[in-house]
């Protein structure tokens, strides 16, 4: 009796080894497929939401910087007007108006680290400076060109 089932039962296991793999298959591929298509698209989608926040940053700092440079030309646009200056500037002496710098650099004591007094000539007159970190030359130069 036994020889006659032996090959039934490979059969059988046969059958079921054809229906089981492809569910199997299946089961293993569609959510690895799903799982694939998900990831890209929140992949796509991250890297679109940082890209936004990257803008909106560079906006605002570049719009922060802009008010700030209104802030820096409207605060000392009126200096120039002033008798102290006028007087300083007319003796043309690098020294006097180091002096005077000096004394400026004193009086803003919040964020001002340099002062350069450049003549509309070009040549570099005087300056002072705050933090001995800052190479003078470079910064003119820097802000020259």
């Not at 298959?25 to 991250?46: D, E, H, K």
């Not at 005087?126 to 003078?136: H, M, V």
């Amino acid at each position: 009796m036994t020889p006659p089932e032996q090959p039934r039962d490979r059969v059988r296991v046969s059958f079921e080894l054809k229906v089981l793999l492809p569910v199997l298959a299946a089961l293993v591929i569609l959510p690895a497929v799903t799982l694939w298509i998900v990831n890209g698209y929140i992949s796509r989608q991250m890297q679109a939401e940082a890209r936004r926040a990257l803008d909106t940053a560079e906006a605002v700092f570049l719009n922060s910087l802009d008010i700030r440079t209104r802030n820096l030309v409207s605060r000392f646009r009126g200096l120039v007007n002033e008798p102290r200056f006028k007087s300083t500037v007319s003796t043309g002496d690098p020294k006097t108006l180091n002096v005077y710098l000096r004394d400026l650099l004193e009086e803003f004591k919040d964020d001002t680290e340099l002062i350069l007094f450049t003549p509309a000539a070009g040549a570099w007159l005087a300056s002072a400076q705050r933090d001995l970190g800052i190479r003078l030359d470079e910064f003119q130069s820097a802000v020259a060109a």
